[in-house]
Antibody, heavy 119, light 109 residues
Framework: QLQMQESGPGLVQPSETLSLTCTVSGDSITRSSYYWGWIRQPPGKELEWIGSIFYSGATYYNPSLKSRVTISADTSKNQFFLRLSSVTAADTAVYYC???????????WGQGTTVSVSS | DIQMTQSPSTLSASVGDRVIITCRASQSVNSWLAWYQQKPGKAPKLLIYKATGVESGVPSRFSGSGSGTEFTLTISSLQPDDFATYYCQQYNSYSEGFSFGPGTKVDIK
């Protein structure tokens, strides 16, 4: 059964870079027609799509975050990563990694990890 | 960016009620719309994809309709497990971002 698990620091200093890892088990991130991505949810607020990496390695980012976001992958470890630079308190959120098939919704989610931006 | 709106923002209903939630997009997203259910402290769960497709394992009381800019999620007979927040999401174009709606909270009347 596919499982996705986020990991990374729970506290990041303002202006620093937030780095998270998603470890995937039960499926390969190189499987055709799947996107692997990041979605976040600030406390008490709506969901926000951050970006995705396609099985081919192509990346897609939320236009509003594009200048600060990098998503990459290590296929040998079946992991993909999020880097968000120059963070502020507005980046405090639960961060989810997730899978989406072409033409489909996001059908598998990690449990989420809380990241706070504070000094 | 494509902006998504939902109505109502909060809905009070009783077990057995028929519930309809509306989602509107600021421009056409064709049928590339999904619906999710989220409970407190949990990740969202996919209910509907491509506007009308019911995800495997989702009860048949959930259905979706619409295309273009207006979509609805219908729960035909509300069950105790359905009290949650519901989000729509468009996935029409990566260049426009895959935006979510603000959510509709369904609570007990």
């Amino acid at each position: 059964q596919l499982q996705m698990q986020e990991s990374g620091p729970g506290l990041v200093q303002p202006s620093e870079t937030l780095s998270l890892t998603c470890t995937v088990s039960g499926d390969s991130i190189t499987r055709s027609s799947y996107y692997w991505g990041w979605i976040r949810q600030p406390p008490g607020k709506e969901l926000e799509w951050i970006g995705s990496i396609f099985y081919s390695g192509a990346t897609y980012y939320n236009p509003s975050l594009k200048s600060r976001v990098t998503i990459s992958a290590d296929t040998s470890k079946n992991q993909f990563f999020l880097r968000l630079s120059s963070v502020t308190a507005a980046d405090t959120a639960v961060y989810y990694c997730a899978r989406r098939q072409v033409g489909h919704g996001v059908d598998v989610w990690g449990q989420g990890t809380t990241v706070s931006v504070s000094s | 960016d494509i902006q998504m709106t939902q109505s109502p923002s909060t809905l009070s209903a009783s077990v057995g009620d028929r519930v309809i939630i509306t989602c509107r997009a600021s421009q056409s997203v064709n049928s590339w719309l999904a619906w999710y259910q989220q409970k407190p402290g949990k990740a969202p769960k996919l209910l509907i994809y491509k506007a009308t497709g019911v995800e495997s394992g989702v009860p048949s009381r959930f259905s979706g309709s619409g295309s273009g800019t207006e979509f609805t999620l219908t729960i035909s007979s509300l069950q105790p497990d359905d009290f949650a927040t519901y989000y729509c999401q468009q996935y029409n174009s990566y260049s426009e971002g895959f935006s979510f709606g603000p959510g509709t909270k369904v609570d007990i009347k």
